[in-house]
């Protein structure tokens, strides 16, 4: 069963951490998502970019020619009853195009090239756990960023990957138009099936423009969404072994 926003809707009690998220997976071992109007964890605002995120936006800003997006983003602004040609929009259009390419990126990049010759065969079967790896991704519905922190872990079964491929990783189905469950499940079950672990499961926590800046939800809003595959799905113990340790920091 996959769950709904719907079906959450009026069932689930606001969740005030991940005690709360533990006890509302436990009986629905396959993850799902949930939205809750407190901060589990402190949000800080130490969310920042990372300097090699900001490098490539700026080699795809560089690479930017007038082209079609750009036109088509220059007709936007003409449409929102602007003047495209004054001078502070003047390099708008390819500007915007640019940061849509690199915001779109993923689809154009192949996990098995990421985690090439990343993977490890190791006698060890302990949870590796990596957490706050920072996100930023693009509602597909608004097309505004959500924007957060993924926490990835998984027990292995004879293979382990380059801890440093996992962000990499996060990138890959970031860059693309989501929808938080989504990401948060593509991410899980990409592990599973290119590093073949025991169990993996998926945490992220974000904050939605499109939610906070229509006022729907309250400024502080933070969407949880989670994945557990294998023994994440079926030992209550892991999981919560998983969830404690996101919560020690
Ligand atoms: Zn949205």
Same mark, same amino acid.
Do not use: C
């Given at each position: 069963m996959k769950l709904q926003d719907a079906d959450l809707e009026g069932t689930v009690p606001r969740y005030k951490g991940l005690d709360?998220?533990?006890?509302?997976?436990? !009986?629905?071992?396959?993850?799902?998502?949930?939205?809750?109007?407190?901060?589990?964890?402190?949000?800080?605002?130490?969310?920042?970019?990372?300097t090699d995120e900001t490098a490539a936006w700026t080699e795809f800003e560089t690479a930017a020619e007038p082209d079609a997006l750009g036109e088509?983003?220059?007709?936007?602004?003409?449409?929102?009853?602007?003047?495209?040609?004054?001078?502070?929009?003047?390099?708008?259009?390819?500007?915007?195009?640019?940061?849509?390419?690199?915001? #779109?990126?993923?689809?154009?990049?192949?996990?098995?090239?990421?985690?090439?010759?990343?993977?490890?065969? /190791?006698?060890?079967?302990?949870? /590796?756990? /990596?957490?706050?790896?920072?996100?930023?991704s693009l509602c597909e519905h608004h097309l505004l960023p959500f924007f957060g922190r993924c926490h990835?872990?998984?027990?292995?079964?004879?293979?382990v990957v380059g801890l440093s491929k996992l962000p990499r990783l996060v990138e890959v189905f970031a860059r693309r138009l989501q929808v938080q469950e989504r990401l #948060?499940?593509?991410?899980?079950? #990409?592990i599973m099936e290119k590093v073949n672990p025991q169990g993996v499961g998926v945490v992220i926590e974000a904050k939605h423009l499109c939610m906070v800046m229509r !006022? /729907?939800?309250?400024?502080?809003?933070?969407?949880?969404?989670?994945?557990?595959?294998?023994?994440?799905?079926?030992?209550?113990?892991?999981?919560?072994?998983?969830?404690?340790?996101?919560?020690?920091?």
């Open positions: 709360e998220i533990s006890q509302w997976l436990d !009986g629905r071992p396959e993850g799902g998502m949930v939205r809750y109007s407190r901060l589990a964890l402190p949000f800080s605002e130490e969310v920042t970019m990372k088509d983003i220059r007709s936007v602004i003409r449409r929102l009853g602007e003047d495209p040609e004054r001078e502070g929009l003047l390099k708008t259009p390819e500007r915007v195009a640019a940061s849509l390419r690199f915001l #779109t990126s993923g689809y154009h990049q192949d996990v098995d090239k990421v985690l090439n010759g990343a993977l490890y065969s /190791v006698d060890y079967d302990e949870m /590796v756990i /990596v957490k706050d790896i920072e996100l930023f990835i872990a998984y027990v292995p079964h004879g293979k #948060t499940n593509q991410i899980a079950e #990409t !006022g /729907v939800e309250k400024q502080n809003s933070v969407a949880v969404t989670a994945a557990m595959l294998g023994v994440f799905r079926d030992s209550q113990q892991t999981r919560d072994e998983f969830l404690s340790l996101v919560r020690g920091r």
